[in-house]
């Protein structure tokens, strides 16, 4: 009986132990996709700069480490493994999130590699995807035991997404991958339900950036049928969760231009024909025409500025990719005539295409001034366009368009084809100086200018009307430029009547403004309308730095001071001194002595 009472004593004590532990317990909380989101956009992935996100964990990782107190050892390297009894502050979960961070931001940072990964690099990144998974599992792992039913949840859907990741980039496994995906998604419509509204806001987005994943997975199972428009429209999203898919369908688009680039041999460009030998010149020129379909199709209307902008700027970088590999062709070409004719003739017609597309990104910019001419400002607080921005941009056209011009004029045995083409580069030159002759006149009519402002427009309009005559006179002319054409012939004469009218207005008031000027004139130079100073009324309770928004100087004292009258002693001027008569003094003047003695004393 002893015994058996002395071992259930001591089974209530431990479970009194146990029970008391359990209490003790703490439960972490950490906002991951907050905390991950924060971390990502101040230190690098605002603008994709993964390296730069690798180093910051790196760092954020010795410092945790170093206040943890948990090194691995001096000199020679310890492991220490981060267990659910080693973990007795968050700080150790923010160990193992980071270092999952660290992983992935590695094996984004190797699919960054220009060209793409190469076979030992893309085995490397895999490498990276799988440590990236271990430690997100770990992580969800011991949060699951330490952690909020939140936290745990958070942790779950972060593993899950760099599970989905990993099979993502390994192209195998779709389902798994799929599921995986999924997963995450389901966590995070629910944590979006609950919380502060910014943590259902990130929970949000990070839903629409999983989705393109989950589609291209559907698509490769074979539950959908994705059209490769749709796959570019879903690569036009942003965000760090997309990047990883951004790579995979840059890889899928280039292996399909490569494929179409097979078929095309030839290039052509008025009425010439030029081979393409080079694989890599035929992808980057195939690149470019599907980019330009965008730009010049029947969808180009819909599509907002900033992305017609965004799109010129990869047409350009396509042309600029094959230039550089008709020239590398060009140098290896030896001494192989008519390789080299065929080579420089394609260089001449890329180049010529790429004139014409900065002339048409030119007066993409042109319209967008033209927009925001007249208003003042707009929701986005941007300032109103000036006149001068105008002829800057007409500027450009001009150098463009003569440019072209002497590069589609160089040929010794010309086509009809390129004939017309400079006629219509010479038309178009003479619009684009009737347009910048007008907007120069409106920039001399802001600042008060009234005859040069009139001649400018008298010549802006003989210019447009010129311009115009011959646009009608050709059988395929823009309609679109002749209808700018007419509209700008209407507001220079409107607009020179105004400053004619306007000119002899102020000439008629001249003299009573100088009368006015005149007769506001103060000698002591203080003008009465300015405001006192500070210690020149400091009985009033009023400030004297003025409002916050109205950029003035305050008016506490004048300085420097200025000069004011002060005393000072007479001058005399004695002017009876010549007129005096003085009295002689000769007979105190002392006498000299002349004797024998007197040489030798003095």
């Not at 890599?280 to 900033?306: F, H, M, W, Y």
């Not at 002759?437 to 309009?461: I, M, N, P, Q, T």
């Not at 007479?570 to 000299?592: C, E, G, T, W």
Request: hydrophobic share 35%; net charge positive; glycine share 4%.
């Amino acid at each position: 009986m002893g015994k058996d009472t002395q071992a259930s004593s001591a089974m209530e004590i431990d479970n009194l132990k146990s029970n008391s532990s359990d209490q003790i317990a703490p439960k972490f909380s950490i906002n991951v996709l907050q905390l991950l989101k924060s971390a990502q956009m101040q230190h690098g992935l605002r603008h994709g700069d993964y390296t730069r996100y690798r180093r910051y964990c790196t760092a954020r990782l010795r410092r945790l480490y170093k206040s943890l107190k948990f090194t691995h050892g001096r000199g020679k390297y310890t492991r220490r493994a981060i267990t659910e009894s080693a973990v007795t502050e968050v700080r150790f979960l923010h160990v193992v999130l980071y270092t999952a961070e660290r992983a992935w931001s590695h094996a984004m940072e190797k699919r960054q590699v220009l060209d793409g990964p190469n076979a030992r690099q893309r085995i490397y990144l895999i490498g990276r995807l799988r440590k990236a998974v271990k430690w997100a599992t770990l992580f969800a792992q011991l949060c699951a035991i330490k952690g909020d039913s939140r936290t745990s949840l958070e942790a779950e859907a972060y593993a899950s997404f760099m599970k989905g990741s990993l099979l993502f980039e390994q192209d195998q496994n779709w389902d798994t991958a799929l599921m995986n995906f999924k997963s995450a998604r389901a966590v995070y419509e629910e944590l979006a339900k609950y919380g502060d509204l910014e943590s259902q806001v990130l929970c949000r987005e990070r839903v629409e950036e999983l989705e393109p994943s989950i589609r291209y997975c559907l698509h490769k199972v074979g539950e959908s049928n994705l059209q490769a428009s749709e796959l570019l429209q879903i690569g036009e999203m942003e965000g760090p969760a997309l990047d990883l898919f951004k790579a995979k369908l840059e890889a899928v688009m280039a292996e399909a231009r490569s494929q179409q680039a097979a078929s095309m041999t030839e290039f052509h460009w008025l009425g010439h024909r030029f081979p393409i030998s080079n694989p890599k010149t035929r992808v980057s020129i195939l690149k470019a025409q599907e980019l330009e379909k965008d730009v010049l199709g029947s969808s180009a209307n819909s599509l907002p500025a900033e992305k017609k902008l965004g799109i010129f700027d990869k047409i350009f970088t396509a042309y600029h990719e094959a230039r550089s590999c008709i020239r590398n062709d060009l140098a290896s070409a030896g001494n192989s005539e008519n390789v080299k004719d065929d080579l420089n003739g394609l260089d001449k017609a890329v180049s010529a295409v790429l004139g014409q597309r900065t002339i048409e990104r030119n007066q993409l910019l042109v319209n967008n001034a033209k927009s925001k001419l007249t208003k003042r400002r707009d929701d986005k607080n941007e300032k109103a366009t000036k006149p001068e921005e105008l002829v800057r941009l007409y500027d450009l056209l001009l150098q463009n368009t003569s440019d072209l011009s002497d590069l589609v004029s160089s040929g010794r045995d010309r086509k009809p084809e390129e004939v017309a083409f400079a006629e219509d580069c010479e038309l178009k030159s003479l619009a684009f100086r009737a347009e910048r002759c007008f907007f120069l006149g409106r920039s001399y009519s802001l600042a008060g200018k009234r005859v040069e402002a009139y001649a400018l427009y008298c010549h802006a309009r003989s210019l447009a009307e010129t311009a115009l005559q011959k646009f009608q006179a050709v059988n395929n002319g823009d309609q679109m430029i002749i209808e700018e054409l007419k509209i700008l012939c209407d507001e220079c004469r409107s607009n020179s009547c105004i400053e004619h009218a306007t000119g002899i207005m102020e000439e008629l008031k001249a003299p009573e403004n100088l009368s006015k000027k005149i007769s506001s004139i103060n000698l002591t130079g203080v003008d009465k309308k300015v405001e006192k100073f500070l210690l020149e009324k400091l009985d009033v309770y009023e400030s004297a730095v003025g409002e916050s928004n109205v950029k003035s100087a305050p008016r506490i004292e004048a300085f420097p001071p200025s000069f004011q009258s002060i005393p000072r002693n007479p001058i005399v001027l004695d002017l009876a001194y010549n007129h005096i008569d003085f009295p002689s003094l000769q007979h105190r003047m002392r006498k000299d002595k002349s004797g024998f003695l007197s040489r030798f004393w003095g």
